[in-house]
Structures are given as C-alpha cells and as structure tokens.
C-alpha cells in the first residue's frame, strides 16, 4: 500500500504536509505509511478513500491497476456530493455563486455556462 499510497499524493498533486493536514494527521505519521514503516489502520484507509475519492479495493490490493485508483461516480452521485459540499461551506464566495446561479433567468444561466465553460476550457 506504501507505494500507492505515494502515487495517490503525486497524482493528486499535494506534499505530504497537504495530506496529512487533510487527513488531519501528523506529516511524519503519513511519511511513515509511504515509507512502508507502518501500515494505516482501517479508519484512515477509509478517510483516505473518502477524502480524496480513492477506490479501496485499489488502494489496499492494488486490483485493477493504476486505471482504477479513483472511484467512479455516476453523475447524479457527483451533483449530490457536490451539493452536500456546498451546503455545509462557510465560503461566503461560494454561497454567492451558487445562489446567482439557483436565482438566474434561463438566459442569463446561458451567459454563466459560455463564461464557465470559457474559464474551465470546455
């Protein structure tokens, strides 16, 4: 597991403090785990798993290759955890944007998406 473990931080693009701030652990305690000196007790498997949206069953056997480190999620699955996310954000820049959009005409929700889509390259 250390070094998918090692793989996830990489592909995800964060150092090891980063992680382990989210996990809400030591740096030295994650270190440990990518080192393979210590093996991650179940409940920050799963907080691993369910932070960053890490398939489990990759992540403690490695089944199914590099191709199945992140779970799939349907997309009625990811609005719903994307809403939840938003709903609990005490960033007042969000709940801003999410209300203008919820409160827009539908043809100033045509102007959001080509700005959006212009922001996020689609």
């Given amino acids: 597991m250390d070094k998918r473990l090692k ?8 150092t090891q403090q980063e992680m382990a701030d989210r996990l ?11 080192l393979g000196r ?4 179940d ?12 398939n489990e069953v ?5 089944e199914g ?6 779970t799939k999620v349907d997309e009625d699955d990811r609005y719903s ?4 996310k938003l709903s609990a954000t005490d960033n007042e820049t969000a709940q801003r944007m999410v209300n203008a959009i919820a409160e827009s005409s539908p043809e100033e929700l045509k102007i959001i998406e080509a700005f959006m889509k212009k922001c ?3």
Avoid: Q
């Fill in 7 to 14: 793989l996830v931080r990489k592909k995800l693009g964060l």
């Fill in 24 to 34: 809400h652990i030591k740096r030295n305690t994650f270190a440990n785990y990518e």
């Fill in 38 to 41: 210590n093996a991650p007790i």
């Fill in 43 to 54: 409940a920050v498997v799963t907080l691993i798993c369910k932070e960053f949206g890490i």
């Fill in 58 to 62: 990759w992540l403690r056997t490695g």
């Fill in 65 to 70: 290759g590099e191709d199945s480190m992140f």
């Fill in 81 to 84: 955890i994307n809403l939840g």
């Fill in 120 to 122: 996020l390259g689609l």
